[in-house]
């Protein structure tokens, strides 16, 4: 089993979070986001990851440490939890539709960290705490700590509550394709350098 779990406390925030990465789809998420907790239900079911967090924030500020925070230990668990990756598709891709929504995600478990994002929303906030800036923040600290190239894109959308989660439900399938077993590569580093 593919699994870890983080435990990261700063003044800003205290996160526990685990995740499986052979899992069901189960999800029990509390950000003290609500639109933030759908976004992330999303992701564990459509990449089929059980995933378990609890984060507790200074969401009287604002919800940009939640967020960002959340990112930031959610790639780190699944660095850790794929190990050395040996025996992995490593890339991953989707295009998913939502109604009048259309997104892509391409992804490379490289550990060379990089977010490429073309999305633009044409308002500030879905729910009532959910900055829509603040979901390329989540991206952007997942990427890094988890060591992945991901573009994001959204080709064409009129809801944005459709276009944010298009993205969420592309990643997760595009993250669920690359950390795969390959059975024809069984064991293998899918690399010619010999690392990732």
């Known amino acids: 089993m593919r699994a870890a779990s983080i435990s990261r406390k700063t003044k800003e925030t205290d996160i526990a979070l685990t995740i499986n990465l052979d899992g069901t789809g189960k999800a029990d998420i509390q950000t003290g986001v609500a639109f933030f907790d759908h976004m992330l239900e999303q992701l564990a079911k459509h990449g089929l990851f059980d995933i378990s967090l609890k984060c507790e924030g200074d969401l009287e500020i604002d919800c940009h440490h939640t967020v960002e925070d959340t990112g930031i230990a959610l790639g780190q668990a699944i660095k850790q939890a794929l190990g050395d990756k040996a025996g992995i598709r490593r890339y991953g891709h989707a295009y998913v539709p939502m109604d009048e929504a259309l997104s892509r995600v391409a992804l490379d ?52 509550h459709h276009r944010i989660e298009s993205i969420f ?22 690399s010619t350098k010999g690392a990732l």
């Open 109 to 160: 478990l490289s550990n060379r960290p990089h977010l490429v994002w073309n999305v633009k929303f044409t308002i500030d906030r879905l729910g009532e705490q959910m900055e829509t800036e603040l979901f390329q923040e989540f991206f952007h600290a997942l990427a890094q700590a988890a060591g992945i190239t991901l573009h994001v894109e959204n080709l064409y959308a009129e809801n944005n």
């Open 169 to 190: 439900k592309a990643f997760a399938k595009s993250l669920r394709m690359a950390c795969e077993v390959d059975g024809r590569a069984a064991g293998q580093l899918p």
